[in-house]
């Protein structure tokens, strides 16, 4: 069974950085495509970034571009989320998810496996 788990999250003041990291356990992470999403306080849940299985490929939201990177390393079965330049409208809990799909999933729908979540509180 796949088990993902986020770390990395915490209380950071805007304009300052925090790198996520999603540990994957069960299965290498190799087999999927990776991502981030993340859900607001009385939002829903919604996309951040994916990553292709080989990591050549990424999508961001445009809400993150220029700010946030994905990346991976299969070696270590581990994703990242870097995200920099953070602004309060960033407090969410993110969320690791790993897709079975060939094209890069831009919808939480499309993503088969889940983390249990980190939270990112940026302070104004």
């Known amino acids: 069974q796949v088990q993902l788990v986020e770390s990395g999250g915490g209380l950071v003041q805007a304009g300052g950085s925090l790198r996520l990291s999603c540990a994957v356990s069960g299965r290498t992470i190799s087999s999927y495509q990776m991502g981030w999403f993340r859900q607001a306080p009385g939002k829903e849940r919604e996309f951040v970034a994916t990553i292709s299985r080989s990591g050549l490929t990424t999508y961001s939201a445009d809400s993150v571009k220029g700010r946030f990177t994905i990346s991976r390393d299969n070696a270590k079965n581990t994703a990242y989320l870097q995200m920099n330049s953070l602004k309060p409208e960033d407090t969410a809990v993110y969320y690791c998810?790993?897709?079975?799909?060939?094209?890069?999933?831009?919808?939480?729908?499309?993503?088969?496996?889940w983390g249990k979540g980190t939270l990112v509180t940026v302070s104004s």
């Open positions: 998810a790993a897709g079975t799909g060939t094209v890069l999933a831009t919808s939480s729908a499309d993503m088969d496996y």
